[in-house]
């Protein structure tokens, strides 16, 4: 069992929770996730180790509250456990000798980009970091970005806060005013990862993108998580989650990703009507 330290809403529908998991605190590096099971009975889903305190033994998720699993997750307490918490799985994040590099996180992915971010900045190389949400009531994380960026600029789709526009308008500007970028990391949704490989390819710049496509059991056995990058199977899970973005088949990838809606959408009312009974 795992305990949760800490628990924090960081908007109506993002949660940080901090876990005590000294073993998988030990050897978690940027780019890896965890899976976890809230009960005996329940599903295994992955997320994001968003951040690690080797001290502590601790490893910090953050999750955006979107169907069965991550209502029950938020259902637990300080003090309280969870099941299962397995990790740190996938390959870390390859960022050696970067100099300089943007880091673009569109809504939940910016909990994803975050680790990347800081170990970006702690190895020395020059971080900008641009953030997008659909509108002001969803920023998360801005503070930590501006702690381990050089350059932290924030877009929102409405124009409630930040700049009105999307990440890839900044990055076009940036580029355009001679940014000299090694690399972009881009984590958010497919569509957005799409659209910033899109133009970085105009531009000759190397692209690494998350993906998050649906897992089960997370060590490349069951084949749920696969993809095609550079016309190859790959699997997400033990071959990533990081890939070269102007390899990924995101087309592909959207449409695989929508495969078991009508089933998420029974499931998310069920739990629904289940926890408003239970209240
Ligand atoms: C490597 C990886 C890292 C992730 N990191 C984060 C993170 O840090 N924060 C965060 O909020 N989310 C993250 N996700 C997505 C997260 O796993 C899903 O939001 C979660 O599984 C939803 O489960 P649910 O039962 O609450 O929702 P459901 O209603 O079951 O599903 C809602 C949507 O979540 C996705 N999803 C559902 N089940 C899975 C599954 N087993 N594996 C992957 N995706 C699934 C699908 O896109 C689905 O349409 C990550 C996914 C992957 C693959
Ligand atoms: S989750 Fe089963 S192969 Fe990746």
């Known amino acids: 069992m795992y305990t949760i330290v800490k ?24 780019g890896q ?27 910090t998720i953050i999750y955006q509250i979107v169907g069965k699993t991550t209502m029950l997750l938020n259902q637990l307490k300080e003090q309280e456990s969870i099941l299962d918490f397995v990790g740190p799985l996938g390959k870390p994040s390859n960022i050696e000798g970067l100099k300089n590099v943007c880091v673009i996180g569109g809504g939940v992915g910016c909990a994803i980009a975050y680790p990347t971010a800081k170990a970006l900045h702690e190895q020395g190389s ?19 970005f501006e702690q381990v960026s050089d350059h932290s600029y924030l877009v929102s789709d409405d124009g409630s806060t930040g700049k009105k526009g999307l990440v890839t308008d ?14 972009v990391i881009a984590i958010g949704p497919l569509i957005m990862m799409k659209f910033v490989c899109q133009m970085t390819k105009q531009y000759n710049i190397k692209t690494t993108v998350s993906m998050n496509p649906i897992m089960i059991d997370g060590t490349g056995m069951c084949g749920g998580c696969r993809l095609s990058v550079g016309g190859k199977t790959c699997f997400a899970c033990v071959d990533g989650p990081d890939f070269d973005g102007n390899l990924v088949d995101f087309d592909e990838a959207i449409s695989r990703g929508a495969t078991y809606k009508d089933f998420e ?14 209240a």
């Open 126 to 144: 020059n971080v900008t970091v641009i953030s997008g949400f659909r509108n002001k009531d969803l920023v998360i994380l801005q503070k930590e």
């Open 265 to 278: 959408q029974k499931e998310r009312e069920a739990t629904c009507n289940l926890l408003q009974k239970e």
């Open 170 to 183: 900044v990055l076009k500007e940036l580029i355009e005013q001679g940014s000299q970028f090694d690399e």
């Open 33 to 59: 996730f965890i899976i976890l099971r809230v009960h005996e009975n329940g599903e295994r889903i992955p997320l994001t180790i968003a951040d690690y305190d080797r001290v502590n033994g601790t490893v």
């Open 7 to 30: 628990k924090e809403r960081l908007n109506p529908t993002v949660t940080k929770m901090v876990v005590l998991a000294p073993k998988v605190a030990k050897k978690a590096k940027a």
